[in-house]
Structure formats: C-alpha cells, structure tokens
C-alpha cells in the first residue's frame, strides 16, 4: 500500500456493485483504493466446473455462521478479487420495481427507497451492455420497463433444457431465458465463439441452465 493513504474514493469489496464502481471512476483521475479481504482466485480448470463450483462448493469461504435460532450454517460466499461475482452463475436480474417500495414484515415495515426503478433504469442498461448480458425483453412478465433491447439475444438452450422449457409451456407455465452477462456468440443455437472467461465478471462461464 502507498505511504501517502490519503484517496479520493474508497471502495468496500470488489464484488458488482464495487468492481462495476471501479470501472467507471477509472478514468477520472482520482486517487481510489479498493479494499477486498481476499486474494485471486487461483486460475485453474475447476473455475468452469459447474460441479466443482456449485455442488462441492470448492471456492466457498470456510466459515461457520450462526442464525437467527444459533443453528450453525455454512454461507454461500467467497472472499476473492471479485468477490461473489467470481463464481457466480451469469445470471444478471434487475430488481423489480415493488422492490424499492415499502416492505411490511411481520416484524415491522421495511421502508422504501429514497429512489425509485426508474431513477436506476438508464444505469441498469448501460451495466447491461457493459456486461454483455444476453436476455429477451418481455419474456419475464414480472419485469420492469426497460429503455432499450438488449444487447444480444438470448443464450440458446441445450437440448434437455429446450425439452423442460416445451414441457412447462404445454402446461401452462410461463418460463423465460435468463439474462446472462457472458462473453459468447452464437448462431442457430451453435457458438460460433465464446470466451475463456466466460461470465465478465465471473471469471468463469457458468452453465447454460435456464428458465
């Protein structure tokens, strides 16, 4: 760390919310300082093992929590440059717009927001072209308006997820491609170019699983 600790802008994790923050103010010409209390991740062939990373939980942090009941637990997350975001599946939803109103509990009301969807909406589309995220607009009825496409269509389905996805429309459902931040083209369902990284954030590309 420099000896002069003085910053413009300090920035708490290293995750979305901050890394995205980093991005932008990047070129500004302030002195900022990232703080992340993990290393990086060690770069290796179980960074793209859905198996690896979802179901052994190889990257979670080895923690034991207690709730609310003192039942010990062990959380879903990960200390690393990146933060959860590293191996997270791609998966890139905005809040729905009722979430920034008033919640009310049984144990009390969570108040509203001090800002509305539509004061986030134009950030949310410029972080959603940022990221490459891949989605339809209007297949999620529960979704916000939006103030622009975006910017790829959706990632196609394997072929037992394409059945799933038949299966549930047949009956009634209403299911919807995710929108994923991922680096990858496509054509007539064949990828015709995808990159090592995978998820831009994630450092890893995460499974095609989606509904």
């Known amino acids: 760390m420099a000896t002069d600790n003085r910053y413009d802008v300090i920035i708490i994790g290293t995750g979305a919310g901050g890394g995205t923050l980093a991005y932008h103010l990047a070129p500004s010409g302030k002195r900022i300082l990232l703080l992340e209390r993990g290393g990086y991740l060690p770069r290796e062939k179980d960074n793209w093992d859905a198996r690896a990373v979802f179901v052994e939980s190889k990257y979670r942090a ?19 440059v990146g933060g959860n975001t590293k ?15 008033e919640v ?11 800002l509305t969807y539509a004061d986030f909406e134009p950030y949310y589309t410029k972080a959603e072209y940022l990221y490459h995220v891949h989605g339809q607009r209007g297949a999620d009825p529960t979704e916000g308006p939006a103030s ?7 990632v196609s389905h394997e072929a037992r ?34 990159a090592r990284e995978g998820a831009i954030l994630a450092g890893q590309r995460g ?3 989606q509904w």
């Open 62 to 80: 080895n923690e034991t929590w207690l709730d609310r009941d003192g039942k010990a637990f062990h959380p879903g997350i990960q200390y690393y």
């Open 87 to 101: 191996v997270y599946g791609a998966a890139l939803l905005r809040f729905r717009e009722r979430d920034f109103g």
């Open 104 to 114: 009310r509990h049984r144990g009390g009301v969570s108040p509203a927001w001090p």
């Open 148 to 154: 622009a496409p975006y910017r790829y269509p959706p």
């Open 161 to 194: 997820i394409q059945e799933l996805f038949n299966d549930f429309r047949r009956l009634g459902h209403h299911p919807f491609p995710l929108p994923l931040g991922i680096l990858l083209d496509e054509e007539d369902g064949k990828v015709l170019a995808a």
């Open 207 to 209: 499974p095609r699983r």
